[in-house]
């Protein structure tokens, strides 16, 4: 149990340092702070119901505040993940374990799509990380359904927490390049 909370901090820590090395859409330089100073911490639990890509508009309507990013080189093909799919708010979550050892499936994977789940993140490590959405992107207004999905985990020894919707085309996009990591195409995808 303290090794599953060691991990999940760890993942937090990597996603946000992550994100802060990652240069902003204009080709604009990111903001630097002085050293030992933070501009932004972990995301942390809220009672709101949030997910934790998520943050709440003026309106009160959740916000999401990442997208997919653009596709990396080639890894080693290890990961060792965690995803929690949810079909609905009222649903029972459905609960996958991947484990990949040089882009193959381990034996204590339980997931419906292992091999393809594996293939995928070997080609492309970086597939779960999410990197803030410019506030200009327009995404079209359909819905995909109430599936949610949180994976957490490593791949390649970096932290992954990665939380996926079906609100808007954007995030239908997002879930659909993860599908087989998700191990659910969700209803809109």
């Not at 999905?149 to 995030?171: F, P, Q």
């Amino acid at each position: 149990m303290r090794l599953r909370i060691v991990r999940s901090v760890l993942a937090v820590l990597a996603v946000a340092g992550l994100a802060a090395c990652t240069p902003s859409p204009g080709g604009n330089p990111p903001s630097t702070s002085a050293p030992g100073s933070s501009t932004s911490s972990p995301p942390s639990s809220s009672p709101t119901g949030l997910l934790p890509d998520e943050t709440a508009s003026p309106s009160g309507k959740p916000t999401p505040s990442f997208s997919p990013t653009v596709p990396s080189s080639s890894g080693r093909g290890e990961a060792e993940l965690s995803i929690i799919v949810r079909p609905s708010p009222t649903a029972a979550p459905e609960s996958y374990t991947l484990v990949c050892t040089g882009g193959v499936p381990a034996a204590e994977s339980h997931h419906p799509t292992a091999a393809a789940a594996c293939a995928a993140l070997k080609k492309d490590p970086a597939l779960l990380v999410r990197t803030p959405r410019p506030s200009d992107q327009v995404c079209d207004q359909r819905y995909g359904g109430p599936q949610t999905a949180i994976v957490t985990g490593a791949v390649d020894g970096v932290g992954v927490e990665s939380a996926y919707k079906l609100t808007d085309g954007c995030e239908i996009s997002a879930w659909a390049a993860v599908a087989d990591i998700l191990g659910s195409s969700g209803a809109g995808a």
